[in-house]
Structure formats: C-alpha cells, structure tokens
C-alpha cells in the first residue's frame, strides 16, 4: 500500500537545468517505519537526479523483495520501474538494458536479497561490468520477517531478541572488489552530504557502480550491541575522503600528496575531487583499497566513500560490440531482413 503526496508544492520552488523542480523526482508517501534509514538513501537519490538533471522518463528502478525494495515506489514517481522476484533483480536489468543501452539503471536490493539468496545474481552482474548502479541497503538483518540476522550481520554482534552472532559476515564492498567492479563505494543513510555526491558519480560512471550503504533497521537493529545501529556507525566510520561531483564544465587542478586531494577522471571527463586521507590508499588501486579494507575490519571500523574506481574496462555492451543504437528502437525491417540476409550470416560461420 503507497499514500499519494499532496500535489500543491511552494509556486517559486528552484528548478534544475531543464526546468524541474524537486517534486517532479518524488514519489509515493513512504509506508516504511519512521525514522528508517532507507528513506535517507531514497532522498539522496532524489536530490542527486535532480541536481544532475536526468529526465526521470529515463530512469528505470529495479528492485527484489525486501523493505530496500519497496522503496523505488518512494523515489523518482515518474519514472519506469519493475519489482521482480526475490534475488532476481540483476537479470532483470540485464535484459532491460540490452533492450535500451540510453537508460539510467537503479538496482535496488538489500543484504539479504543480495548477500543471500541472489548472491549468485550478484556475482554474475558484476563480472559482466553492466551498465547500472547497484545500490545495497544494508541493515544487517531481515527486516520483513521480525529481525533475523542476515548474511552481512557482523560477528559477534547481538541482535533485538538477545542473541549473538556466530558467523563471519560477508563485506560486500571487499567482495565487489574482488569480482571486478569497476565503482565501489561505501555510505551512511546518515551522512547525506556524502552519499548524494557518489550517487551522482555513479550514475556518471559507465560501467557497475556498486553502492553498500549501512542503513540502520530502527525496529529490529537499532539495539545496543548490533554493529549496524545508528550510534555505532557514527561511533566507528573512518572517511577516506571528502569528496564532491564536479561537473566536466568546471573541471579543477589538485595534488596527488598525502594530505591534499586529487581527482579521478570518469569516462566521458567529468571529474570527482578527492581529499585524500589515508597515505596507504589509492581508489585506482585494487591492492591499497582491499587492505585499507581489511585493516579497518580488524579496527572495528567502517569505511566509507569512494573505495575503488576504474574507467578502463568496458561495458556489457562494449564487451559484446552492441549496436549504438538501442535494440527497442529497431523496426521489424530493421530486425528481419529476410532469407537472403540471413545465408549471409550463416555462411560467415561456416
């Protein structure tokens, strides 16, 4: 069930580059528990297209089951969207996206409609670079089904009802790394000032933009003791650096040395600008970002921002040299062009 918003907005609200306001990137009334931190990411999104200026027509929202995946109906409302069934989300962009490359691609999920059962899913939509971003709303537990620690619930962490976990827990962010994502971020539904700029360098990026953003369950995983409540998030987030999207228009000069900043070029020029932190750490470097990764698990702590980025791998459809047109604007003339046509194709492999 979705609640419609009020259509009345403030007449002199500001508008974006192509002339809309806010209100034309939301959507439904959220239904999810007060306070919940996916609403935090589902603002973010809004406040990202509408600064990049996407027409929403040309996004498509594509979640799996879970709270996480309700949430499109609460974002971009003009906008295309798919619900499909659980842990299936990354085969359904897929196809989309073959259909019509010209797309924006939100994929929606949660740890366990990723980490468990579409992890399979998970891993195959990575090593094919699809062009999307990924967004995983991490909360560490199920929050459909009354809490259960879910496959990215620390170690030792203590859940609503009492107990402790006993299992590793899988990092997403480390695993997406290791399978070759080509964009990889970590963010707090809290930290709002960081995430919207990595929203929008992932939309920029072309490519798989994975996003894990720890978002706290204010119901079943806000207790003293879980490792994904808001006070420990805040307690524990080491930033490796401050960052902001910088339009190719305005494009800036910074250092690469420890303590000052660089940039990180995307592939049509548009810039990210980086204050670089930690001197052991560079996001074009796998090696550096995956053991920054892992001494932070050792300190307990979490690291957000942008982790690791790489503009030189191709595409899905780079990969398969797709047509520059999209395939859904074809005509049947175009996609049947008869017997003879045909033998010609047939008799380049034989």
Known sequence: MSYIKP????PKLPKNKIGYTLKEYEGSLSTLCAGCGHDSISAAIVQACFEMSVEPH?????SGIGCSSKTPT???????GFNSVHGRMPSIATGASMANKDMVYFGVSGDGDTASIGMGQFVHVIRRN?????IVMNNGCYGLTKGQDSATADQGSKSKAGSINPFQAIDLASLAIELGASFVAQSFSGDKQQLVPLIKAAMHHKGFAFLNVISPCVTFNNNPGSTKSYDYVRQHMQTVSTLDFVPESKQITASYDPGKSTRV???DGSLIQLNKLATDWNPENRISVVNALQ???IRNEILTGLLYVNTEWKDLHGTLNTADKPL??????????????LEEINRAYR
């Not at 259509?7 to 403030?10: I, K, N, S, V």
């Not at 040309?58 to 594509?62: F, G, L, N, S, W």
């Not at 609460?74 to 295309?80: D, I, P, R």
């Open 328 to 341: 859904n604007t074809y005509s049947e003339k175009e996609l049947c062009p008869g017997a003879k046509k």
């Open 7 to 10: 259509l009345f907005r403030h």
């Open 295 to 297: 001494e932070a698990r």
């Open 265 to 267: 070029a995307l592939h």
């Open 130 to 134: 699809l062009n999307m971003v990924y």
């Open 58 to 62: 040309h996004v498509a929202k594509i």
């Open 74 to 80: 609460y974002f971009l409302g003009n906008s295309h």
